[in-house]
């Protein structure tokens, strides 16, 4: 009689096990680095990080139970009424947990002191994920960015208005 052996790799969470916090360069470095090269195995994604820990809002996800940073976020505000999400990134092992949307909220929580009316950001045109996750929070697909990766894969712009309700999609 065959066998079937299910492996579950990815841990259940509770979202009350997540902190917030702002980068703490002599010890995040390590696992950031674990998770980029994860998440993003096709391109020199620690060396695009690397280039992000000084900006003002580079915040990390860390699960408490385990002491340990399971996603990270970074992104700037450029001009008084717009922020540009760089990155963001969460462990493979930890992803639909609710990390994601931990992070996203800090940039809406800031926008939301500030008289910022739009988030942006650039994504693979493949990555069906990533497209979903912001879908879900009011991002919308604003144009296609041909060749915009080193590698020439296209990107999408997607923006979202910051007026808009941040009550999920139905
Ligand atoms: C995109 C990413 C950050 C989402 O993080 P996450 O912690 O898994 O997201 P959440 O658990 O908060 O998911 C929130 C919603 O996003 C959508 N979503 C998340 N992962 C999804 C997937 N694999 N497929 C489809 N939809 C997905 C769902 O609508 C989900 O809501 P639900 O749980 O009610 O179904 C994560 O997949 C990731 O790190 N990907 C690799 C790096 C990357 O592509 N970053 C974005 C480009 S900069």
């Known amino acids: 009689m065959p066998i079937c052996v299910i492996v579950i790799c990815n841990v259940q969470i509770n979202k009350q096990d997540i902190i917030t916090r702002k980068i703490d360069k002599s010890k995040d470095i390590p696992l950031i680095k674990e998770i ?3 998440c993003f195995p096709d391109e020199d994604a620690f060396e695009i990080v690397n280039a992000l820990f000084d900006i003002e809002h580079f915040y990390v996800a860390e699960f408490v139970k385990e002491k340990k940073v399971v996603g ?14 760089m990155i963001l990134a969460v462990h493979p092992d930890y992803q639909q947990n609710g ?27 493949t990555n069906i994920p990533a497209i979903k996750f912001y879908e879900k929070y009011n991002f919308d697909i604003i144009t296609k960015l041909e060749s915009y990766y080193d590698d020439a894969s296209n990107a999408y712009l997607m923006t979202r208005d910051t007026r808009k309700e941040t009550k999920e999609k139905d």
């Open 99 to 125: 990390i994601g949307s931990i992070l996203l909220s800090m940039v809406t929580d800031i926008a939301e002191k500030l008289p910022i009316t739009k988030i942006r950001l650039e994504v693979r045109t």
């Open 36 to 38: 980029s090269v994860k």
């Open 72 to 85: 990270y976020i970074a992104f700037g505000i450029y001009s008084i009424r717009t922020s540009h999400i």
